[in-house]
């Protein structure tokens, strides 16, 4: 049989072989030894799917995230919790303000609603609420009131 001029190179592991010179019928004893090299063998093996440690660091990484994100979440909803409580003091005391300045009537000394309680306070000059919001802050909110003249 006739030879071939060309010679294949082939090597798995950064090491570079070559084969001498080839006989036609082994050309294809060659390429096959080429695909079944340790390169083409070893991409071929990750590819069986996820394994119990991968699933178990995935779960590991989120729950770590997860639990980090958490306070932020309880803090947002106190500070959420707080701003409605302000809101709401805010809009009690524009009520009893203009029925004191508009109809003369005096506030209450004390309100409750929403498990919040709010006291007023009057002075000669500023009609003031407080309250204690849901973190356990003291609040208080003025306004003044009209001079008399």
Known sequence: ???????IVYGGNGNVQKAGTLYIKDVRRHISL????????SIFKSCRGYTLLDALTAL??????SLSI????????EE???????REAVMLLD????????????????????EVSYLFQMSTDQLCISFEDVRKRRTS?????PDEG
Do not use: N
């Not at 049989?1 to 010679?7: A, R």
């Not at 080429?34 to 063998?41: G, I, T």
């Not at 959420?80 to 302000?86: D, G, L, T, V």
């Open 1 to 7: 049989m006739g030879t071939l001029g060309y010679q």
């Open 95 to 114: 009520q009893y303000w203009l029925e004191f300045v508009l109809e003369g009537l005096s506030p209450p000394s004390e309100f409750s609603r929403k």
């Open 60 to 65: 590991s990484i989120l729950t770590v995230l």
């Open 80 to 86: 959420r919790s707080a701003i409605s409580e302000r």
């Open 34 to 41: 080429l695909y079944k090299s340790e390169a083409v063998v």
């Open 70 to 77: 958490l306070p932020l979440y309880t803090h947002l909803y």
């Open 141 to 145: 909110i003025c306004r003044s009131l």
